[in-house]
């Protein structure tokens, strides 16, 4: 029978197989014919095919039919094992060095030869270094050969033969019906490789794994010690073998450089970590190679990313796209995220990838962050990183690949913190629709399916789980109950006695120890106990270290030291060895532990988590440890116990190892469950909720309650629930009833809502369901600060605090409630207190006044001697800081100066270790002696004033030599310093502008500053209680001087004699400036302005216009007037007043516009032409469409973009169209007289956007008509003071109209949405929710507008918005109907730019400046007829004609580019202008319809527009800041037209500007009732200088303005 027709016959007799065993028989087919096996050669020729190479297709094979363990032997004779024999074996097995001489070394230890020759022979081979391993192997020659061979084929093709052989004798032996029912098996994983499968009991709390058989108790009056032996091996399966490491790629194999083979638990992962994405959860013993599984998924990551050419190119380095991908590595602890650097790095650097780390230690910068690949962090660093939008946040978008090490820390208190990463970055991968992988390392543990499925990981192709025989080393345990009360005398003495018992029973038989304690002092307290009861009992010989062959070369080494206790143990054979020590001192006691010279070796559990070095045997003495974030004793985590426990056995000499754990009778249990992994670990997710909630509201991925019950789902508290629901207050019934515990989700998502809200941390309506975050929420998510230390603040924090008080309020926070004070601290606490500066406040005897003398101590860096209060100083510190911060960015929310100014000076204070009144040179690294004489001779002199003077100067001044005072000097001028200039410019009655200057005043220093210098500038009230306008803004290398404006309302200021500028650095203590503004001589404009009021009047019809042309074509259009045009009709249409109409934008003010121009050119007289003026071009055009449509009028209308298209005569009623700058070019010529006597009518459109060419141009054309009946009609958006410009275009007050913006008739609903981040793509990532659920809320028929500040942010708004589509399923986008696909695809056939068709198949159109013209002509028709939902604009295009049902400005920040004084080229954040703004917000006025408008803007920027959105728009001329007139007066000199000063008087006469001179004078720096000679000044700073002089000044910018 061939191999097919046997497996056939035995697949027959199992019904119940899947079709997948068909599929099987074909494969096995295949493999006949590549091997050559031909039919009815029968089961017995697999020999010869697997000693062919063969055989691993068909283990391959067979393993796919079989898949249980062999446990029977083949039968063929083998010899007995004999422990002793194995071990020589193992070791020669784990040289890595000696793998290439193994095979013949095996074959020379079963030749014939001599020993002598067999030993020269054996050492030519493998090196002198071996001799004691090689007269071991000789011992016993060919016994040790021939088992030497077994453990290299225990994995081998032969071996897998035998298994075979065995498993199909089994199988056919079986009958193929049993004639009996079996019951239902539970489902068997093909990779959970455990002995004690289905070996459970069951408990209240689920199942409970039983203790592994063998395990013992002993008791006596001391101790009850529970010793569990070594796991039993599981036998290997069909298909395994080892795999070899010149099989695997090149990328690969170069990360394994000392490895022959991976060993078998990563050969049977290798597959999935390395050839497969799918999530991996790996459970197995630690010490087993976990770490290399994870340095496979690495490489698989780097593999992806590289280019499918690959092949053609060199170095396997240069093929990797580094910038494309992050891996982040989440270890437990900071000792073992700098092992995982230091491993991972090294392996890694043939590739040129770059490991880091980043802890709360190792902070990264971002150009460290942007050039790192694999980034080493802690669980609560990586979510503190992905709380926040930027900077450090930024990496979760590039994150390809998360390995969190150590996932069964879910049991304990930090488990919330890895809940809430997974479920982050779950979440992540949804909403981005990226692929991120998740690997998590675990040792072994129960409920190992629970977290597969909180992991999101297949329990078929990516759960491996491995029990404790996959160790490296078997593990003998041993849990001792030490009797007695807790830190009794008596229970000391027990757990000296049974240390020193069980010590010298080991030291006895040969063997090393490592002892564990848990502090540094008690490593030397210990071994001195250990030392006098081995001379108490008199075993010194035991432990006599002069033995050893290199005990006198030690001898001589170890006195250099200076550790006279490690001088004094080391004669006794004891070592110590803690993070205290020199490191001088730890690498010579490793080195001799390691060479064996030292038996014990007294270290803390550090050493565990850094240097490997094994011993035979570790004891844990005692399990109190003292945990300085809670400022108690704690329980020794289990994963320590773990890692020590990893130490033990040393592999490749050993072949097992004992663990010790010595603990409180009471505490015998816990352990016992914990590490044989006995009771499932649950979650603790609850406890840690209510932050984690606001952290999510805050990034925007939770924004309701549905929300926060999907983000629940996808927790680790989910899945234990539904799995042990009463362990969490669920009845079996309610799960029974909700078996995705809906309500229970809603219920705790609510009550941590309520809770939030009541700390003012959210806004929760309850009515819709919906979160909004506060500012203090978005800090507390920031700044990881707990909801109860909230709420403490919410108390006690004020406007006004000093030092004392800010630290009284610190103090109080919850983050410190675990420092408690012990009774042996209150004298060093006491005389600390006496040396700090700030009173503190509850005394040395409450935790509060702990930790204020602490962080004040460490600021002071005042010494402290006991190591716990050292420890404690470090937690104080470190989490002081960031409070601190989060409290400073609390108190700039909340505007309060004088608190804001101490706790930025606190912040810094804590950062640097320095008071704010130490000397502030004291940052710059200047020497100590430098610094002493500074503060002694020159302590009162300002660092300003020591940059002025020489560097002789400066050392005189300092009674030191030129050299210290050049560094000095050089300190001194690097100092961040700034010279801070100001104007006044009042916008209205109640808003004043303050336009400020921040020139950088100090040298640039790369070291010192980095690559920017962030600093802080506020205006604040003359009492510096209130902070009323704040920027944060930065300098960077080429940055000369910024400029910000500050618009203050002062209504609260008007009796104030004076404001402050204050400018504060954000990193250096003491660079602070201080300018006082004063207001003596400001004059505000008059706030005697009259509105125009509604009435309320019937509506006109078109009838009114008496013309039936006109009536027939307008009711074509339009329904009739509105209420305001109904209002303004008559003095428009009926009377030849100049007019002034400042009304909303899309009031109907364009209908008025034409209204007049039909009244003047169908007059019938020779006055028929009229001028219609805007500042654009787009303007232009639209106005010039519209007349377009009145064909049947007897006037013509032309666009006239020339001034000689402007100047041509017309024999018929014309109005020409024209723009500022074509106007002013022909009023700059003697052609301008042309037109005058035909030209009847001038309309001014588009005023609020009045800039100097437009008013010059408008003011020569005014001065021009002088004599000329010329009606001028100004039109403009609402205004808060139109009485100037009424009165610069001659406008009588009863044709003067002035409405308010709520004067509109067709409704807007303006609504606002803050951010605080800054301007960057994150903040655009997170605007993109709410303009996402905007857009959803607005009606089907609607069509909505997004705004953006830039055209090359389009296309990342939507694919955010896309996104966001596929987070909540919505497989269409914005589409309204199915049917809209099929329109869609037809529109995308005309597209020219392939790349926007999957934008409009999702119903998102982007349209820009660069696009092609046919698709911009698409973009519009489609959004115009309503079949293109969203359309995504820049904001260059926001003065096209567009009208949407929902308007959404996405920022009103931009990037603005400007070259300074030297021509270097900065960039700095501008604001959009108020004009912008109201413009766009225009865009959602629509006749007879409601709109909405969306405004996302910075929290900062809230209240100032949306004033000028309620109350109308600020007009002041530009003329005197533009060069625009100085240019025009230099061409007029020059061409004759201007002879003297007087004529540009005459000129500026009809000006906008000479009118505000009157109406604002300190908007134009003049003095009231002096404006006149304020114009003088003006024309003497513009009149050209002599030709001489003239010729040799560069030529005049062109004006930005003028090209619009």
Known sequence: MDITSHLQELLSGHTTQSNHDAHLLEEIALWEKRSNIKAGEGVDSIDESVDSGSGWEISTTLNLFMNKPVDE???????????????????????????????????LLVSDKSDHASSEEALELLGYDEMDLISEALQDRRRVGSEFALIENEYSVKASKKRIKAALKANAAQPMFSGTANPEAPPVYPHVYEASLGKHTVSAYGPKKLLPIGTTQEEDEIMTEVIIPPARPIPPRLTERLVPVSELEELARGCFPKYRTLNRMQSIIYPAAYTTNENLLVCAPTGAGKTDIAMLSILRVLDQNRPDDRAARTGLGSTIRRDDLKVIYVAPMKALAAEIVRKFAKRLAWLSIKVRELTGDMQMTRAEISETQIIVTTPEKWDVVTRKPTGEGELASKVKLLIIDEVHLLNEERGAVIETIVARTLRQVESSQSVIRIVGLSATLPNYMDVADFLRVSRYAGLFYFDSSFRPVLLEQHFIGIKGKINTPTQKRNLDRITHEKVAELVKEGHQVMVFVHARKETVKSAMALKEAVLFHDESDDFDPTGHPKWELFRREISTSRNKELKELFDFGFGIHHAGMLRSDRNMVEKMFEARAIKVLFCTATLAWGVNLPAHAVLIKGTQVYDSSKGTFVDLSVLDVLQIFGRAGRPGMESSGVGYICTPDEKLDHYLDAVTSQHPIESKFIAGMIDSLNAEISLGTVANVNEGVKWLGYTYLFVRMKRNPVIYGIPYDELADDPQLGSKRTQLVTTAAKKLAAAHMIRFDERSQGFTITEIGRIAAKYYIRHATIEIFNEDFKPIMSEADVLAVLSRSTEFDQIQVRENELSELTALEEIIPCEVRGGTDTSQGKVNILLQAHISKAYVEDFALVSDMAYTAQNGGRIIRALLEIAISRKWAKTSAVLMAMSKAVESRMWPFDHPLRQSGLSQNLLHNLERWADDFLVHELAVQSAAELGQLVHLNEAQGAALLRAAREFPSAKITYALRPLNSSLLKISVRVERAFVWSNKNHGSSEPFYIWVESHDGIDILQLAHLSFRPTTQHLTTNFIVPMQSTSSAPYLTIRFVSDKWLGAEEEIIVELDTLVMPTSDIVLTSTLDLPFLGFKALRNPILERLYLSRHYGMNRLQTQCFFTIYNTWDNVLLSAPTSGGKSLLAQFAIWHSVLGGGRHNLAIYVTKRKTYARTFVESLDLFRGVETEAQLCLSPNELSKQTPRACVKVTTAPTLLSLLSTSNSQSIMSALSLVVCDDLESLDSIYELALSLLLQATQRHPVRFVGITASLT???????????????????????????????????????????????????????????????????????????LVATQLITQCAIEMEINGFLRTANDRGRMEIATSRLRDHTLEDYILQGIGILGNGMHPPDRTLMLEMFADGILPVLIVPREMCWMPLRAGLVVVMGTQYLEYKRDETGAEDRQVSNYSIHEVVRMQSFAVRHGMMGRFLLLCQAEDRDTFVRFLNQGLPLESELHESETLKVWVQERVQDGAIKSKQDILDVLSFTFLARRLKSNPTYYDAQPEKHEEALSRFVDSIWPAPASTLALLPPPAPDANVSV
């Open 1281 to 1355: 003071d139109p009485s100037d410009a009424a009165d610069w275009l001659r406008a009588p007050p009863e044709s003067t109209f002035r409405f308010l913006p709520a004067d509109r008739e067709q409704g807007v609903i303006t609504t606002t949405h803050t951010f605080t981040i800054p301007h960057s793509l994150s903040l655009f990532k997170a605007m993109a929710h709410p303009v996402y659920t905007a857009i959803r809320a607005m009606p089907p028929i609607e069509s909505a507008l997004v705004i953006v500040p830039a055209r090359a942010l389009c296309r």
């Open 73 to 107: 032997k083949d039968g063929d004779d083998e010899p007995d094992v004999g422990p002793a024999d194995l071990s020589t074996a193992q070791r020669l097995r784990s040289k890595p060095n000696l793998q290439t001489s193994l095979p013949a070394l095996a074959a």
